[in-house]
């Protein structure tokens, strides 16, 4: 028999934590009139946290939580940002009826006891 290896209790805490951040975050879009089309989108180039969509844009958003919420801000980084064109890339791709919508890139910020915070166009594919 394979021993199969058991997370670190410090990755689990984390994974829950994004997902608690995620939930909150679509909880969020949804008040603000935003349709979930997926959540947890993975690729072979990266993962989208949010799909969404509201009056024919598609929106991809970045959750991220952290300690307060300008730790969130900061952990987007360039090379996630990356990451996560190239998957709306493979999304689209996937998801032909949708390549003439217009398309967004958004970050959701999640800190404990506030408010998510919505950075709309947090980021752009242009760079």
Avoid: C, N
Avoid at 23 to 42: M, Q
Avoid at 70 to 96: C, K, L, M, S
Avoid at 114 to 125: I, S
């Amino acid at each position: 028999m394979a021993k199969t290896e058991t997370p670190a209790p410090g990755r689990v805490a984390a994974f829950r934590t994004g997902l608690s951040a995620e939930s909150r975050a679509a909880a969020y879009l949804i008040a603000k009139g935003y349709r979930i089309v997926a959540r947890r989108f993975r690729s072979g180039v990266g993962e989208i946290d949010i799909i969404a969509r509201r009056r024919g844009t598609i929106v991809f958003v970045e959750v991220k939580a952290r300690a307060s919420l300008d730790d969130a801000a900061y952990a987007v980084t360039p090379q996630q940002q990356a990451r996560i064109i190239a998957a709306a890339e493979a999304w689209i791709a996937a998801h032909p009826e949708h390549a003439q919508s217009d398309f967004r890139f958004d970050a959701m910020l999640v800190a404990p006891g506030k408010l998510p915070r919505h950075l709309t166009a947090a980021f752009d594919a242009s760079a």
